[in-house]
């Protein structure tokens, strides 16, 4: 059974960089199948997507995140990073990582499924 | 402000039937399929149906999913108490700005 589990600094300092972990168990991030994406939820609010690589390093990011955004993969420890650099308050939020479908015609991105439990990232001085 | 449109809130009584639906564009819904979650604040969210109208092992046939055009909705029937969490819809978006997943602002459904 494919498990995922978030990990990293729980308190992060305005204007530096959010480094978060997704270690991957019960299958590989090799698999060709799928993409492995991060989404977050501010406190209060709704889903955000916020990206998903590929294991060959093939990205996708939200526009309004793409500029400081950077997803990558560790294929030898089966992890998936996200590192998010000048943060402020708003980026406060539980971050989920999730392994993502590709959609049947390939060219785009289908349904997240499972993700991991999520962990709390604060930005605060 | 969400690039999907749900409402906010949805009630309904034991064993009722519910919608919930989700309102987008040509670029997301109109041309590529819809996914709902199923989010207890503090836990994993759960698929709860792919591909606008498919249910993943598991989940009952309580929960149904259709789409028509640029719109989709979510029905729960025989609603039951453990119904009462938040319900998300999301689709790919072929945003000239460059494609990505969109995401509803999330419905919380009451059971009354």
């Known amino acids: 059974q494919l498990q995922l589990q978030e990990s990293g600094p729980g308190l992060v300092k305005p204007s530096e960089t959010l480094s978060l972990t997704c270690t991957v168990s019960g299958g590989s991030i090799r698999n060709k199948n799928y993409y492995w994406g991060w989404i977050r939820q501010p406190p209060g609010k709704g889903l955000e997507w916020i990206g998903s690589m590929y294991y060959s390093g093939s990205t996708y990011h939200n526009p309004s995140l793409k500029s400081r955004v950077i997803i990558s993969g560790d294929t030898s420890k089966n992890q998936v990073s996200l590192k998010l650099n000048s943060v402020t308050a708003t980026d406060t939020a539980v971050y989920y990582c999730?392994?993502?479908?590709?959609?049947?015609?390939?060219?785009?991105?289908?349904?997240?499924?499972?993700w991991g439990q999520g962990t709390l990232v604060t930005v605060s001085s | 402000q969400s690039v999907l449109t749900q409402p906010p809130s949805a009630s309904g009584t034991p064993g009722q039937r519910v919608t919930i639906s989700c309102s987008g564009s040509?670029?997301?819904?109109?041309?590529?399929?819809v996914n709902w979650y199923q989010h207890l604040p503090g836990t994993a969210p759960k698929l709860l149906i792919y591909s606008n109208d498919q249910r993943p092992s598991g989940v009952p046939d309580r929960f149904s999913g259709s789409k028509s055009g640029t719109s989709a909705s979510l029905a729960i029937s025989g609603l039951q108490s453990e119904d009462e969490t938040d319900y998300y819809c999301?689709?790919?978006?072929?945003?000239?700005?460059?494609?990505?997943?969109?995401f509803g602002g999330g419905t919380k459904l009451t059971v009354l």
């Open positions: 999730a392994r993502q479908h590709v959609c049947t015609n390939g060219v785009c991105l289908d349904w997240l499924d499972p």
């Open positions: 040509s670029s997301n819904i109109g041309s590529n399929a």
């Open positions: 999301a689709a790919w978006d072929d945003s000239l700005n460059g494609p990505y997943v969109v």
